[in-house]
């Protein structure tokens, strides 16, 4: 069974810029989840979509948004950069929301640097 | 109250030795504790998890212990080998918040 794999693996973009990332879960896992990795903050939660609705949403701006797609596919939209949204973008599958989707399984990432 | 305190923040142990990792958090109603490891250049893998019926789920080298009186929870590894020298994340999550996860313990195991 193939993982969780993002695109593209790495981005270079310039303050003011937007950017797209793209996520395709694990065959069969209908809920996604996106995180933010950074040396300072570490992993922080920014949203989670099932069945292509926005199921929770963590403490991140308006700049950060998703979207699902029927297939579960997942893309996370990021407008307006600015320096410090340069980290690491990682995308979660799980089967199921709650407490029965609780086992996340994480792609490798996009690593986003913003000049 | 939605922090997962996660010490020590770097580790380095022998090999063969025992590798401890701990967390502590506030909020009562999470109700489900995993660990993951992460590698340099990779995404975390889920490594063992538990819930706060158990007080130890034991899953090879690694065991988490459970203390739910005292909000703490910790991972050890025995027998700790070069290869586990990784990024550590504990984490928790309940039916109606997002998962919060630790800060990390980047473990190193001498050779």
């Known amino acids: 069974k193939a993982g969780v794999t993002q695109t593209p693996r790495y981005l270079i973009k310039t303050r003011g810029q937007q950017v797209t990332l793209s996520c395709s879960p694990i065959?069969?896992?209908?809920?996604v989840s996106w995180y933010q990795q950074t040396p300072g903050q570490g992993l922080q939660f920014l949203f989670e979509y099932f069945s292509e609705t926005q199921r929770n949403k963590g403490n991140f701006p308006g700049r950060f948004s998703g979207r699902q797609f029927s297939n579960s596919r997942s893309e996370m939209n990021v407008s307006t950069l600015e320096l410090g949204d340069s980290a690491l973008y990682l995308c979660?599958?799980?089967?199921?929301?709650?407490?029965?989707?609780?086992?996340?399984?994480f792609g490798p990432g996009t690593r986003l640097t913003v000049t | 109250q939605q922090q997962v305190k996660q010490s020590p923040q770097s580790l380095i142990v022998q090999k063969g030795g025992i590798s401890i990792i701990n967390c502590a958090y506030e909020n009562t109603a999470f109700d489900y504790f995993p660990w993951y490891q992460q590698f340099p250049g990779k995404g975390p893998a889920l490594l063992i998890a538990?819930?706060?019926?158990?007080s130890e789920k034991k899953e090879g080298r690694f065991t988490i212990s459970f203390n739910k009186s005292a909000k703490q929870f910790s991972l050890h590894i025995m027998d700790s080998q070069p290869g586990d020298s990784a990024t550590y994340f504990c984490?928790?999550?309940?039916?109606?918040?997002?998962?919060?996860f630790g800060k990390g313990t980047r473990l190193h195991i001498l050779p």
């Open positions: 538990i819930r706060p019926d158990v």
């Open positions: 979660a599958s799980s089967l199921a929301s709650g407490r029965a989707g609780y086992e996340q399984y």
């Open positions: 065959s069969g896992h209908r809920s």
């Open positions: 984490a928790a999550s309940s039916e109606e918040d997002k998962i919060i």
